[in-house]
């Protein structure tokens, strides 16, 4: 069966934080994803990575990084959590048709 | 530009009603894939269905149904005799070959009430 593992399913951190959000799939997917998904708009596209190492930008990178040393692993990083980043965070993976989903972290900045 | 458009917001039917969740895209490409997720309460989006460009077929699966048209650029989905259980937010996305993003409408809550 299809796995992707997000590490936490609720987080509350404080602004100026520093967050790791963790997510392993185990189907040995090139593509790996994050997404945040707010109301009214949708799941918006922060980072992907395309292999082990690589990265490109999304639609709103800003605020966050990302790391992928294993292929397996994708990590989304906020270097410095913020109010406005109170977010459902979905990690997904692909092997180029469709994606597969985490559980999703609901994080809760204050 | 790539664009998935879920104009309803929200729907409430009752159950045994049959329902369709609208879904129009814009993209330049010849070639893509477009999918249909649902999100039950627990938050996990779970894959429905795959569709790519040059297949117009439309599919069923059981009280599930697509209509593919390319000619209006539309990706709808039909519930028919809807249950409780089908109550969830739904997501319509759309994928470029060659690209390995997605691109994801809003989505649609889908209320089935007893």
């Known amino acids: 069966d299809v796995k992707v593992t997000q590490s936490s399913r609720y987080l509350v951190k404080r602004t100026g934080e520093k967050v790791f959000l963790e997510c392993v799939q185990d189907m040995d997917h090139e593509n790996m994803f994050w997404y945040r998904q707010d109301p009214g708009l949708g799941l918006r596209l922060i980072y992907f990575?395309?292999?082990?190492?690589?990265?490109e930008k999304g639609d709103i990178p800003e605020g966050y990084s990302v790391s992928r040393e294993k292929k397996e692993r994708f990590s989304l990083i906020l270097e410095s959590a913020s109010t406005n980043q109170t977010s459902m965070y979905l990690c997904?993976?692909?092997?180029?048709?469709?994606?597969?989903f985490g559980q999703g972290t609901r994080l809760t900045v204050v | 530009a790539q664009k998935v458009t879920q104009a309803q917001t929200e729907i409430s039917v009752v159950e045994k009603e049959d329902v369709t969740l609208d879904c129009v895209y814009e993209t330049r490409d010849t070639t893509y894939y477009l999918f249909w997720y649902k999100q039950p309460p627990s938050g996990e989006l779970v894959f429905l269905i795959r569709r790519n460009s040059f297949d117009e077929q439309n599919e069923i699966s059981g009280r599930y149904s697509w209509n593919f048209q390319k000619s209006t650029s539309s990706f709808n989905f039909t519930i028919t005799a809807s249950q409780v259980v089908d109550s969830a937010v739904y997501f319509c996305?759309?994928?470029?070959?060659?690209?390995?993003?997605?691109?994801f409408g809003t989505g649609t809550r889908l209320k089935v009430l007893a």
């Open positions: 990575s395309y292999d082990v190492k690589m990265k």
């Open positions: 997904a993976s692909s092997a180029y048709t469709e994606a597969f």
């Open positions: 996305a759309l994928s470029e070959k060659g690209t390995y993003k997605y691109i």
